[in-house]
Structures are given as structure tokens and as C-alpha cells.
């Protein structure tokens, strides 16, 4: 039996991935291109045992096995289901997948994106080591993880920092193409944002039941009658415009549209039949808080926890004011971080 151990980020987007393109569905090719900053500090730990065999899975998460018949387990088998289109001898071995989410329990963290990374850095190593791959480059890592959970993708680049996913259908013919383009690369490394801080704000209650974004991501492609156009918008003039805050390091304008992006993003899921509705009271309040400042922004994902980011000598005063709203030990106060790396067995 061979064993491999990976540590992979977390990242959270500033322009967000909702909906893969209807023809590429199976491929998880997103509508639009996305931005995300890795994140420092939250990462899940993935330890891949692989035996020969006809194939086989069991999967521990935080400790827990997880039957065949639960979601979680649905996503592992479907990327196991999906690599074997391209990879025939992934299904000539047994795994064993054991994974940690090493969150601070006050993120309120749960994500797919450092397991999914984690699980096929391991895989792609494992199958290295047994000699049925070739050393993969990050481009075609970054790709075998976006067939697990599209946002997987943004978690792979070795040097983290900033990140962005090309959607890869614009300039592309066959389906492998289309595959081949839609990958994550770094833009900018984690130092060239020293002076910001990443601020999480947990207001989740554990009893939420939420629309979990595959399914939801469906339904607003589906029902909301101009999700091409936010695509187009976002696509075309809000991502280009952030790439040149970012180039002028002008975080005020980042702040801004890293706040209208998280706005657009929700607006859409609310517009979606039936509606999705991932923000609460303390999520409003903490939208109300923050969205005056110059200095700061929030993004929220599915579910109604804040990423806050904020300029680092104004963060500790951002941190005061979420702690006010959502209770002294529910936020943490991180920074953009590095890549994935090997972990101890
Ligand atoms: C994002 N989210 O860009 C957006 C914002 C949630 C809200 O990527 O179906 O778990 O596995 O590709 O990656 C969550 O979607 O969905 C997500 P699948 P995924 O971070």
C-alpha cells in the first residue's frame, strides 16, 4: 500500500464562480472566470492510501467515515467517475481517503476547494510514484482538481497569493481544449499584499440548512433571466476592472468592487426560482458595518459567514466592530496566503 499526505489552502473569491457553461457541465466549466485570494492558515489535510484493485473508496472527513449515500461521498465518486475518462488506470486501485479541515472552529469554514486540491494533488502524486503519470504540471493539476469542486482549482497554484481561473471557452474548439484552458494560475504572490488582513466573521448557527451551491448554481442558470448578462458584465468589465486595481495596487477600488461583486453574486441567487437566500440579519449587518468604509470590504459565499478584508492598520477596528456583531469568538483575523504543500503522514 502506498500513502501520500497534502496540505491545501482554502481560498475565497472576490469575483465568484456560480454556474458552469450548459454544454460543459460535466467538465465543470464555469460561465465566467473568477478571482480568488488564498487564504493563510485554513487548509485541509488530505492522506490517500492506494492499493491494487478493482476500484474501491472509503472516505474519512474530520474523523467520520462517510457512507456511500451521503452528498460528500457523491462528490468524491463523481471526480473518481470523472478522471477515469481520462485517466483509465484510476480505476484499477482501492483508496482510502482520510481528510482534515484544519479551520479554526471560529471560521465557520467548511470547503471544497481545499479538499478537492488536496485530494488531487494526492492522487496525482500517488499515481507518479507508482509510475502511471508523469510528474503533471500545475496547469493540468489545477485542471484534475476543477473535475472535483470548480473552486478546487483556485487552490492549487504552489505560490497561492492571488488567483485567477479562466473560464477557457473563448478561444477554444474540442472539449479537451475547453478542458486544457480552464485552469487557476497565481497573478500576484501573497507578499505583494502585505499591508492588507483577512478578517472572517462567523455568524453561521450549525442548525442552517442551506442550498448547496452545485444544486443552487444550477437552478440560477436555469431561472435567472439575465444571468448571461451579469456573466457578460462581470466578465468583461468588472474583472479587467479589478485586475487594474490590483495592478495599481489601489485597494480602495478593489474594496469596492470586491463588495459590488459579493452584492451582484447574491443579488443573482435571490433572483433565482425558486430563491436562494444565503444572508441573514447579522450577514446585513455586517454588509451595512462595512460597506461605507473605503478602507474595507466583505464577501459572502453560500451560506451567511463575512470575509472581511481591510488595510492591515485599520484591521484591528474592522475586527472590533465584527466582534460587536457577531460575539468575541466568532471572527479570526488571518492574511493571504502561500500554496499547497506536502504534509506529514
Ligand atoms: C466561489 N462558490 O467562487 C463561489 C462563490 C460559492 C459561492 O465556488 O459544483 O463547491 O463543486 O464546482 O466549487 C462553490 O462552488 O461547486 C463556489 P462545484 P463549488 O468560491
Redesign the pocket.
Known sequence: MLAVGVESPT???LI???G?HPKYEHL?IPTKS?I?FTIAGLHAKTLLKVESGKREITFHLNGKKIKETQSEFD?VRDFFDKISGTYKFANDYRYEISSENDFPTASGFAS??AGFSALALAFAKAMAKLDRLPELNERQLSVLARL?????ARSVPSRGGLVIWHRGFDNAGSEAEVSDLSYAETLYEPSYFDGLSVIYAKVESEREKKTK??AG?RESVRSVYDYWQWVDYEEKTLLPAMLNAVREKDWVQMFKLTKQASNN?HAVCWRTDPPIIYLNDKSTEIISTIQPLAYAAYTF??GPNAVVFALRRQAEDVEESLKAIVGKENTYRTEVGGGPKDAEL
Do not use: H, P, V
Open positions: 481560498n475565497i473569491a465568484k464562480y456560480w458552469k465543470l473568477s480568488s462528490y471544497s476547494a472535483g469542486s470548480g473552486s478546487a451551491s452545485r448554481m453574486f459565499d453560500a
